[in-house]
């Protein structure tokens, strides 16, 4: 990558401090935004009322705002893009500013052919929907998805029958937890990837980024040349305090990120 690629900004999923921000969403944006993260990215929303952790839409983009933090993509449940409820998802992140309407996991889906290509119309459909809006919707790694059926992995099942606006979040320590190759399965699908997350993997619980086996540099390499990524989502942390997201996010800078 040259000097004067523009670096892709890295967020934070809000799951790595779900304790501190249960307990205090603006003191958490807050630790977030001094930290360095220039974005968050909450998770769990089902689409069955218009807030987030009990928090109304335009009072949760006022602590954004304040903080000069982005709404960096949102992990839904599947049943949040489907029948009413998608109105109402749309409308959370369009308040919100996120652009990206991520499923989560979907563990029960992924168990069998025909319950992919289930979510594979699902995601089809959504993203479909979400084009004229700006909007896309997607999938994100856990180690299940990288079962096999055959020579293919649920994960390849997926995204070999989604079309290319369908976003693949991978998730590099997921993937390599599940036995997957991250980086393989990276260059197999060039450009899905517009937001991709990133943890390590190998090493204990309290370790980060650039603690374990994953290769740093062959993974920035083909996310920047062949998935030109919006943001990288840091996704490290026991849930509670924000010593982890705070050493993750300072190895990155010491590789230039």
Not at 72 to 98: F, Y
Not at 112 to 126: F, G, H, K, Q, W
Request: charged residues 25%; glycine residues 10%.
């Amino acid at each position: 990558m040259s000097e004067t690629t523009k670096k892709v900004p890295i967020g934070l999923q809000l799951y790595s401090v779900r304790d501190e921000v249960t307990k205090d969403l603006p003191f958490a944006f807050e630790s977030i935004a001094k930290i360095g993260y220039a974005g968050v990215e909450p998770y769990g929303y089902d689409g069955e009322k218009l807030e987030w952790m009990g928090w109304e839409p335009h009072q949760m983009r006022t602590v954004l705002d304040d903080n000069g933090l982005a709404c960096c993509g949102m992990h839904v449940r599947t049943e949040a893009l489907m029948g009413e409820k998608l109105q109402r998802t749309v409308e959370l992140n369009q308040i919100l500013g996120s652009h990206f309407l991520i499923i989560a996991a979907d563990q029960a889906r992924m168990s069998s052919v025909d319950r992919i290509m289930e979510l594979a119309d699902i995601l089809d459909r959504t993203a479909e929907t979400l084009k004229p809006l700006g909007m896309w919707t997607g999938y994100h790694a856990h180690p299940f998805d990288f079962v096999h059926f055959g020579s293919e992995t649920a994960w390849e099942i997926l995204f070999s029958n989604t079309c290319a606006d369908v976003v693949m979040q991978m998730d590099n320590g997921n993937c390599a937890n599940g036995d997957g190759d991250p980086n393989g399965i990276l260059r197999k699908f060039p450009g899905r990837g517009r937001t991709l997350h990133i943890k390590d993997y190998g090493a204990g619980p309290d370790a980060v980024i650039g603690e374990g086996l994953a290769n740093w540099d062959e993974f920035f390499e083909i996310a920047e040349t062949l998935h030109h990524p919006e943001w990288y989502v840091v996704e490290e942390g026991t849930g509670t305090g924000f010593d982890i997201p705070r050493r993750s996010l300072a190895a990155l800078r010491r590789m230039g990120k």
